[in-house]
């Protein structure tokens, strides 16, 4: 999953044309992009929406723990089959497993955003076999920890990818970047989190998708060496366990060859996409 396109939960005239821009999935948002007077219509729309439109994969931002919300949106979810909760500011595997009494059919992507919850990241990735993916919500997190641009988030950004790998979740997708029409800023800051780790971004419009697709999908060269080390591999005979040494003198072992299949199975999912 290389894209998710939030749309505002109050904004039902914007529904089907999220979807209709290809993102890999559809995040509705009940938190910050809907005002608290509108928060219980919001609920409605996205419910009845998401239960008349089975368009793909969705997501539905429910309020952080702990506030009046929070309540009444997981009654709402609850009705939705196998929903995809994404829970922000998550600080303790509690905070999810709480959510998880309430809608146990649900699969949640935790967002962390604050100090507390980075130091628990690992701790909340494997809070329970339904968490599916771990976030972060970067401007929150930059706020508290008192940081600005992506060399104060950098060791947040690689935390969050160590305990998502360690979890076995494999790579997380990025946060959003704000600024909307700076599409070469957005290209500059999905390559900084590529090198980092993650594969693919979260977006809060959908002419960013392009870009982040085009940022997170393996180069010609990339995928042309993958496909080669493979192919070595099986003539050698040695499977992913053992260490051959190439007709160019490069010696490949395990997690070499690990990589490798990485980038040929993103390959093939950004294939089967478009």
Not at 47 to 52: C, D, Q, R, S, T
Not at 109 to 131: N, Q
Not at 192 to 198: D, H, I, K, Q, V
Request: aromatic share 4%; hydrophobic share 50%; net charge negative.
């Amino acid at each position: 999953m290389l894209t998710a396109l939030y749309v505002p939960a109050n904004r039902p005239d914007r529904f089907a044309k999220a979807v209709a821009a290809g993102p890999d999935v559809v995040v509705f948002d009940l938190e910050d992009a809907v005002p608290v007077d509108d928060k219980a219509g919001a609920r409605g729309w996205a419910v009845a929406w998401i239960a008349a439109n089975a368009h793909g994969p969705v997501e539905v931002r429910v309020n952080a723990p702990g506030t009046p919300w929070i309540e009444d949106d997981l009654a709402a979810v609850a009705a939705v089959p196998s929903v995809r909760i994404r829970l922000p500011k998550v600080e303790s595997a509690a905070d999810v497993r709480a959510v998880l009494e309430k809608v146990p059919s649900a699969r949640i992507t935790a967002l962390i955003e604050s100090p507390l919850g980075l130091e628990k990241a690992f701790e909340i990735a494997t809070a329970d076999p339904r968490v599916v993916a771990v976030a972060l919500g970067e401007a929150d997190l930059s706020s508290a920890l008192g940081v600005d641009g992506p060399a104060g988030l950098a060791w947040a950004r690689g935390r969050l990818v160590s305990a998502s790998r360690a979890a076995g979740l494999g790579a997380p997708m990025m946060s959003v970047f704000p600024r909307v029409n700076d599409d070469e800023g957005l290209r500059a800051s999905c390559l900084e989190g590529r090198a980092l780790g993650f594969v693919g971004r979260t977006a809060i419009h959908p002419r960013q998708l392009a870009t982040i697709v085009e940022c997170f999908t393996p180069t010609p060269g990339q995928i042309a060496e993958a496909e080669a080390l493979l192919a070595a591999v099986e003539k050698a005979g040695v499977a992913d366990g053992g260490v051959i040494v190439l007709a160019d003198g490069r010696m490949v072992d395990p997690a070499m060859v690990g990589r490798a299949r990485e980038v040929t199975t993103l390959m093939r999912e950004i294939e089967l996409r478009s």
